[in-house]
């Protein structure tokens, strides 16, 4: 993978993925490699245009010289066998140029742990020597807010039908947004959404970096050229000022801290339906309650101790 | 809390929301007087009107003589010192009515745990003898669709404006609606977007259960009756069926381990800095790669001993 194999490089983010429990050894190999990437997070509600945006923005940086990677967290339909028809359209426009690598992240039938897997991702692109890592999510929840912690500066994208701006807040969108993209700009109330916006922003406490707040129509590539100047803005602003380099020494206890826990509740669920069989067929009948099962194993130090023992 | 005082039933949603340690050995004692209790999520993208939806709904269920509790999970802004405007005018309709609950779940600065911290207020509400609880969503990610899992009839809420029908594979909605409501249906497109739902239904294997798509005009009162009872004609198939009682066992277990892992995490998180300064220091500092540093941890059987046992 260091060598620039993309076969390779793919086959470690489905470990990331699957949530293969020798990922950390492997990642913990690849750091002295890594280190170098900015990270871009693209959000907002589906719908939005978000696809072709990053689409256009990768063209910028592309032809700016960049190596860009796509983390692209896409909830899958069954029925479709995977990724939804416009992601698919979408890969086609970079798939052949060798310094652009995409990967979707499929939310099918996962439980928790996707912002996980999305920062693992995002660490072996820039492994395998990304400057630059767009990480778009289809959504607007907890999750996705989670999976935006992995970025540096976060582009929010809105469509003027996307709802007043009381749902922006309710959505949590404008408490993460070092931008706001209003896409789909030709349509009715793209303005008034840019001037409520704006003036939402000033009512918060004042900051030094002021939240932009941008018209774009992707589908006819206007507005990228802004949008990619105020990504590199906000990139010069928090790399200055010491914040980046903050949030990333954060980022790295918790993210320390979280496979720390995955590792251990991956080892219990392994062991649990052996070291505890009984117990288990308790709750799964309804004999037993979950929380006191729960205690009963909490309150067993030589049971505990073999179920996150690696030795046991 | 059980004499039925609820001043005690909101401190100890409070415990669930802060995830408070001592909460499983309460959840275990309140057990014996639970499980009778039906939950419906209500879900769908910010803006569709899910909330006056929600208080129609609770409406109709107390004229009928039910006890209800309401979960509505809601990312706040620190701008408004918590639930935004709409919530608080929602909650006054029934806030007089001492036969119905309702708590908002605050989402902010939390990290995960939201699915559990609702799923244990829905127990709560349970125990405390409500017979309907309502767990309303904002949003559309995964945590969302986690949360739905709490629910055994699932309420999808769109509105016309909401994009077209790719949109909803793509948000991973249609796996999960027992019921769809296109609300608003006094706009434009409802009724083509309740064709492309219903054609989009069509592509799916033949099931036992055939999801209803519903027009409703929540804020005018249309639309709720049909609605009540399409989510009680859902409860009455699985119930019928099965399918009710084998979700619930499946989600013992779940509950069961998610509680587990997330009491040794909280151990861990609690103790980590004492028994291991100098390495957490050093990931902090960036000297140290965080999962060096968690195979360091794991490949130390004493140290996790440590770590994870309730008596160390």
Not at 185 to 213: F, H, N, S, Y
Not at 263 to 277: F, P, Q, S, W
Request: net charge neutral.
């Amino acid at each position: 993978m260091l060598a620039g194999d993309r076969v390779a490089l793919a086959k470690l983010m489905s470990r990331a993925e699957n949530e293969t429990q020798d990922l950390a050894a492997i990642l913990a190999r690849l750091a002295p490699h890594g280190g170098r990437s900015y990270a871009i997070g693209i959000t907002g509600p589906p719908g939005a245009g978000k696809s072709t945006l990053v689409d256009r923005v990768v063209g910028r940086l592309r032809a700016a010289g960049g190596k860009i990677g796509v983390v692209a967290v896409d909830p899958s339909s069954p029925f479709s066998g995977g990724a939804v028809l416009g992601d698919r359209i979408r890969m086609q426009t970079h798939c052949l140029d060798p310094e652009v690598f995409i990967r979707s992240v499929s939310t099918r039938g996962r439980r928790g742990g996707l912002a996980r897997a999305t920062r693992q991702i995002a660490r072996l692109l820039d492994a395998f020597g990304k400057d630059t890592i767009l990480i778009e999510t289809v959504g607007v929840g907890q999750t996705e807010l989670d999976i935006m912690e992995v970025a540096q500066t976060v582009v929010v994208v809105l469509v003027p039908e996307a709802g007043d701006t009381i749902q922006v807040m309710k959505a949590g969108l404008l408490e993460i947004a070092h931008v706001f993209v209003v896409n789909k700009a030709d349509r009715d109330g793209a303005l008034r959404m840019k001037a409520e916006l704006e003036q939402m922003l000033q009512l918060r406490p004042p900051a030094a970096w002021t939240v932009p707040v941008l018209l774009t129509e992707a589908h006819r590539d206007r507005g990228i050229d802004e949008l990619v100047a105020a990504i590199a803005a906000h990139r010069g602003h928090v790399t200055t000022d010491g914040s980046a380099q903050r949030a990333a020494a954060e980022h790295r206890v918790r993210e320390f801290l979280d496979v720390l826990g995955a590792t251990l509740a991956g080892r219990i669920e392994a062991r649990i339906g052996g070291a505890y069989a009984a117990l288990v067929a308790r709750v799964r009948e309804g004999t037993q309650d979950p929380y006191a099962a729960a205690l009963e194993v909490l309150g067993d130090p030589d049971g505990l101790r073999r179920l996150v023992d690696g030795s046991g």
